[in-house]
């Protein structure tokens, strides 16, 4: 066998592989459900990568448990840091604590009457190399992302929108 096979051989495997990704993304975008997330943003710049997003995203947690006679909040076994099992309602990013091991970590403290957490492990949003940063897109208004809800682990980004009263409209990152 050539040089010239063995390299054109190693080429169609790399991208069958690519093609194949692509293909699952894709595949999963349409089956699984979409929701939007609030959107909390930092480290928008390694070189190492490129540029990106490191967001992480705000979810409202649903409680399990029974309130306690007079609570003013549901009960968790550890607001600060928990087990949640990722799911679209109405349109929105929500959690369920769980008590085994699936789901992602959820973290920071509840006060009063505020069920809100985040995803503790960032997800991250890729941007083309002279797009604007959209973190300064988004004055005057929140910044929220639109995720695909898979069935295990950390939700996927699909694009960004600013959020103003009860309309989104999308980013155009170019």
Known sequence: MSKLTKGLIL???QVAIVASLGAKLALDRARFPRAWAKVRSF?????I???YL??????HVQPTGENKAGSARPEYKN????????QATNGQLEATPTDNDHGVWLTGCQAPNQQDVLIAQPVLLFLPEHAENPMSTARGGELWAEVTVPKNG???PIRLAVKKGNSFTPLEIK
């Not at 480290?43 to 070189?47: E, F, N, R, V």
């Open 49 to 51: 990568r490129g540029r």
């Open 154 to 156: 950390p939700p996927r």
């Open 11 to 13: 080429a169609a495997i």
């Open 43 to 47: 480290d928008p710049d390694l070189p």
């Open 79 to 86: 607001p600060c840091s928990m087990r949640g099992k990722l």
């Open 54 to 59: 490191a967001i992480q995203l705000v979810v």
